[in-house]
């Protein structure tokens, strides 16, 4: 069996689990979640626990066993506590902004970027020494929030001689050694 697919889920105070054929609901104090499953993984209610069953030992039913059980337990910590990235904007002038709901980026372009909020999906401009260099992304859906803090960073990943650009938290840029200019001059 699955090591991470034949855990149960304890289920929250405050969580429902709906399920719906392979379709399954989850209710919490920070929103709704729905999402629909591989209709041969076998998901019950047993108590206060979710528990995710595979008809055999099929090499493609053995990988959508622990697939499951993550997309479930990810979907109940989501409702219950939410999720959250954070990102660190470094580099002279490089600031963000809320625009709205908004994220407004200025990052070293002759024109400034506008990054739509999503559904789901809410942002926070946080002071680092007196400069707007902190974004915090948060949602429920831990996929949402992930992908959209990715797509923030592909705006202006950071680059390898001095480090700016906008990286997440706790990141090490590894930075090459830049021309020395003595370097393979003959004399």
């Known amino acids: 069996m699955s090591r991470i697919g034949k855990l149960p ?3 929250p105070a405050g969580v429902k689990a709906t399920i719906e054929g392979s379709q399954v609901t989850i209710e919490g104090p920070k929103g709704r979640l729905t999402r629909e ?4 993984m076998a998901i019950r209610t047993e108590g206060e626990a979710l528990l995710v069953e595979r008809p055999d ?4 039913h ?9 997309l479930l337990y990810n979907m109940v910590e989501g409702v219950s ?3 959250e990235r954070v990102l660190e904007i470094q580099g002279v ?3 963000a902004a809320l625009n709205g709901k908004n994220l407004s980026l200025s990052v070293g372009f002759s024109h ?3 990054v739509p909020a999503r559904d789901g999906i809410s942002f926070e401009v946080g002071q680092d020494a007196a400069r707007n260099t902190l974004v915090m992304i948060r949602g429920i859906d831990k996929e949402l929030v992930g992908s959209t803090a990715a797509q923030i960073r592909a705006l202006r990943k950071p680059e390898p001689y001095k480090g700016k650009g906008i990286r997440y938290r706790g990141e090490v840029v590894k930075l090459k050694p830049g021309k020395s200019g003595k370097a393979g001059v003959k004399k």
């Open 9 to 11: 889920i304890q289920i």
């Open 37 to 40: 499953f591989h209709p041969d």
């Open 57 to 60: 030992d099929d090499k493609n």
């Open 62 to 70: 053995r990988a959508l066993h622990g697939l499951t059980r993550s």
């Open 81 to 83: 506590k939410g999720y």
């Open 93 to 95: 002038g490089y600031r």
């Open 112 to 114: 400034g970027v506008e």
